[in-house]
């Protein structure tokens, strides 16, 4: 009886782990920060503009992470709430810099038109010191909003790289898929049953190369593939030959080994029926799969 207990209960924790929403840890650390600008109390009268992006952004970011989009994606979204976050604390900080300019200067004024005659030089230091606050208070503004101001650039730069990138990509006919940007080449890269380029694979290659080099922060994982004919272990040896003649190509243009990793996955999963020739060439096929610009790859593997 006990030992039935158990496994319900194991039953209902692992159901319970297998709703759990997706997160994600920049998604998270840029919602506290979201949360932290939306509890000033000059958040809503200086910040607001700042805040609803913020917010857009993490929205944007939740409803990626619900889509499984590459996490890239996600990772930019939190990226983009988080520098409005601190645009906004920027001009929070600003605002309450100026408030504090502005009660210096009423104290001032209070100091010099209610002070007597023997206490007028003790009002004159006490004006001084508050009109040294009140410029060190300006200094502190001015070089929040300076800081607002290369958070917001920031943000704009890493959009324009993102888009970018993208559209390299998508000129080599790159495909988005659940593991990243994928490029598929087919069998024209090799003889039948060969592991050695052919003379004609070289351009392709070349334009991956010339991506790779544009943008040094991206790395690749090179798969190979290839059909159900022959031995499990010849397909198997070849598709990884296969892998490494390609990343082999990829050095010769000055892409570092490091950035490279070659797999041969042989007749493993086919995107076609193995039982046509038109389909056993479609199984026979190299992956590129692309790395996100700081050179994480997705955690999905093939299907």
Wanted: net charge negative.
């Amino acid at each position: 009886m006990k030992y039935t207990l158990g496994l319900v209960i194991a039953a209902a924790v692992l159901a319970g782990c297998a709703t759990a929403p997706p997160r994600d840890s920049a998604l998270e650390d840029a919602r506290a920060q979201v949360q932290t600008l939306s509890m000033e109390p000059l958040a809503q009268q200086a910040a607001a503009d700042d805040l609803r992006n913020a917010r857009r952004y993490l929205q944007e970011g939740d409803a990626a992470l619900q889509q499984h989009a590459p996490p890239a994606v996600v990772d930019h979204d939190a990226y983009l709430a988080s520098r409005s976050a601190e645009a906004g604390e920027a001009r929070v900080q600003e605002a309450q810099a100026k408030a504090q300019m502005s009660a210096a200067q009423t104290e001032r004024q209070d100091i010099l038109l209610h002070s007597r005659a023997r206490e007028a030089e003790i009002a004159r230091s006490q004006a001084d010191a508050a009109r040294e606050r009140a410029e060190l208070a300006q200094q502190q503004a001015a070089a929040a909003q300076q800081q607002a101001d290369s958070a917001r650039l920031q943000a704009d730069a890493a959009r324009e790289q993102l888009a970018q990138t993208q559209q390299q990509l998508q000129d080599l006919q790159a495909k988005k898929t659940n593991r990243g940007m994928v490029l598929t080449l087919g069998d024209v890269l090799f003889d039948t049953g060969k592991a050695s380029l052919k003379p004609g694979a070289s351009s392709i290659l070349d334009r991956v190369a010339g991506f790779l080099n544009d943008n040094p922060m991206v790395n690749v994982r090179i798969e190979g593939y290839t059909d159900s004919t022959g031995s499990a272990d010849f397909n198997q040896v070849l598709s990884q030959n296969r892998a490494q003649s390609a990343a082999a190509a990829l050095e010769t243009h000055g892409i570092a080994a490091n950035r490279i990793t070659a797999v041969g996955r042989g007749p493993d999963m086919p995107v076609a029926t193995n039982s046509t020739a038109a389909g056993r060439q479609q199984n026979r096929r190299v992956e590129i799969v692309f790395s996100d610009a700081s050179g994480q790859f997705a955690q999905a593997q093939p299907q």
